[in-house]
């Protein structure tokens, strides 16, 4: 019998002719924290759509809990948490009432005060929900997702509309249900939200997997960069080249910044002998390498390079 809590294998799904996952694979073991990041229309809210039972995969199997989605959505439904991108509240109800609407399907909910203390909503128990903020409604939104102490918890964009204190706040929330065992699946477009949150992450773009691992894992094959401000009176053409790679030019505070990214060789001391060479043109020419700055690849650096591989 598999460990694995969310299996996903060889998964498409389309709609009409347009095929929106393209045959996916991943699983998330039980207490893992799984995040998929992706270009807009990339097949995230599709396939968390399938692995919710919501869709009928048009290819391929998923599991979750061991069970089919689909086939046995009812019988998981207590067991599963959601928060989709975009909720069903309803605006005439309280804070209180809603809470209590979503209490009364779970056979042993939370607290409802603990519910909403967790998202910091307490104070807001007896305002209508059309009253509340956007993101106090996403706050919302994970209460009720949470408030029946699901084994598994699907987070759409969970953070979305949130201050930077609100996002801190969920974070730490999202940690604890990990601590405590809850499995977690997370779409984001915040790439810190995933690095912070995340024991594996899979970028998606154009209903496929591009990378996934760990973060350290990703990052690893895309090299070091290094990066400094092009001296002024510089022709772009006089810049050296750094194993054999002419620099990138992007403009950054309005200053050109020329930038190296470098891939082949020993990733133990390729940055030392790009920057030893750099140096070493720098004080023959008599230059200043103005905000010199050598770092291992980002995960955005990953990100953005499966988007214009493909441009
Ligand atoms: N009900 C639907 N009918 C037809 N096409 C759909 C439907 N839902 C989604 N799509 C299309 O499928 C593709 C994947 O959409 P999906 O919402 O899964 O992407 P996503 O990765 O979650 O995007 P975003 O980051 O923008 O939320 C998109 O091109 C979208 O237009």
Redesign the pocket.
């Known amino acids: 019998m598999s460990t694995q809590t969310i299996e996903v294998d060889g998964l498409r799904q389309r709609?009409?002719d347009?095929e929106?996952v393209r045959g996916i694979d991943f699983e998330v073991p039980a207490g893992g924290l799984f995040a998929l990041l992706?270009t807009?229309?990339?097949?995230?809210?599709?396939?968390i759509e399938v692995l919710e039972g919501f869709r009928k995969p048009t290819g391929g199997t998923v599991r979750l809990l061991g069970a089919d989605p689909w086939r046995q959505r009812k019988a998981l439904r207590p067991r599963v948490g959601i928060m989709l991108?975009e909720s069903g509240l309803i605006g005439d109800l309280t804070v209180a009432e809603t809470v209590d609407l979503w209490r009364d399907l779970h056979e042993q909910p939370l607290d409802a005060d603990d519910a909403l203390k967790q998202v910091d909503l307490l104070d807001k128990a007896g305002v209508q929900v059309r009253q509340l903020s956007g993101g106090q409604k996403r706050r919302l939104d994970l209460a009720l997702a949470v408030v029946g102490r699901p084994e598994v918890l699907f987070l759409d964009?969970p953070t979305t509309g949130m201050d930077p204190e609100a996002r801190l706040a969920t974070w730490r929330l999202i940690q604890d249900l990990v601590s405590a065992g809850t499995t977690v699946l997370l779409?984001t477009?915040y790439l810190e939200e995933a690095e912070r949150l995340a024991d594996r992450i899979a970028i998606?773009h154009r209903g496929e997997i591009r990378i996934l691992g760990t973060v350290p894992e990703v990052v690893a094959g895309h090299g070091d960069r290094i990066t400094f401000r092009v001296p002024s009176h510089t022709p772009i053409d006089t810049l050296p080249r750094l194993d054999g790679l002419a620099p990138e030019i992007a403009v950054a505070d309005g200053l050109p910044t020329a930038s190296y990214t470098l891939s082949g060789g020993d990733p133990d001391a390729r940055a030392h002998r790009g920057v030893a060479s750099l140096v070493a043109w720098a004080a023959e020419t008599g230059v200043t390498l103005d905000r010199l700055a050598v770092r291992p690849a980002s995960l955005e650096d990953v990100f953005l390079s499966i988007v214009e591989e493909t441009r």
């Open positions: 709609y009409g347009f929106a992706g807009n229309g990339a097949g995230k809210t599709t396939t991108q964009e779409t477009h998606m």
